[in-house]
């Protein structure tokens, strides 16, 4: 069974800058997440994913983050512009059903790490 | 307020000794619980989880943890300790109800000396 995939694996841009993130979760889950991981802490949600539609972006800063599920399969997460406080790994999950059900597991990409100079 | 705890940041663990990595939670209801390694440049893995049922917990690669509900904690254990076991651990929850997410603790990084 194929992981999840995430490119770029490495991204270096200047602020104000964008930059775009893509993940392709495992065939068939239903649940995409996209977390950001600054160093020396751990993954934060910015936003969860239910087939194409929006679960919860509650902590996705809106005023320079945006995200998108079209077709209920991959995704991509873009900032425009960049800060220097950016700077992070970006992690992609996914699970066949929301996290909140018993049983269930949330498999992780090997991330896009952004360094914003 | 929600959280989870790892009161651990770093530790050194020599080679062949034995581990425990703390977690303590605060929740209202018992979360689903979960241990997450990542090694540097990787992704996150899952080592176990824990839903109901027997509070001892058998993982991968040799890792165990026990769910102890009177001290909201679920601490990650393993009896010996190999050199390739040295990464960062991450405890994270999940409320019991439809769409919740994960939440991380800060994580614990362990170090493995020979």
């Known amino acids: 069974e194929a992981g999840v995939a995430q490119s770029p694996r490495y991204k270096i841009i200047e602020k104000r800058q964008s930059v775009a993130f893509w993940c392709n979760p495992i065939?068939?889950?239903?649940?995409l997440y996209w977390y950001q991981q600054i160093l020396g802490q751990g993954p934060k949600l910015l936003i969860q994913?239910?087939?194409?539609?929006?679960?919860?972006d509650s902590q996705l800063p809106k005023d320079r983050f945006s995200a998108e599920r079209l077709k209920g399969v991959d995704s991509t997460l873009k900032i425009q512009p960049a800060k220097l406080e950016d700077s992070a790994v970006y992690l992609c999950a996914s699970s066949s059903i929301p996290m909140g059900q018993m049983n269930t597991e949330a498999f992780f990409g090997q991330g896009t790490r952004l360094t914003v100079v | 307020a929600q959280s989870v705890t790892q009161p651990d940041i770093h530790i050194t663990v020599s080679e062949g000794a034995s581990l425990e990595l703390r977690c303590n939670y605060s929740?209202?209801?018992?979360?689903?619980l979960f241990w997450y390694v990542q090694s540097p440049g990787q992704g996150l893995q899952l080592l176990l989880k824990y839903f109901s049922g027997d509070t001892l917990v058998q993982g991968i690669k040799g890792f165990e943890a026990e769910f102890k509900r009177s001290q909201s904690s679920f601490n990650l254990r393993k009896p010996s300790v190999h050199w390739s076991d040295a990464a960062e651990y991450f405890c994270a929850v999940v409320p019991r109800r439809g769409y919740s997410t994960l939440t991380f603790g800060k994580g614990t990084m362990l170090l493995v000396s020979p």
């Open positions: 929740y209202g209801a018992t979360p689903y």
């Open positions: 065939s068939g889950h239903a649940t």
């Open positions: 994913f239910q087939n194409n539609g929006v679960v919860d």
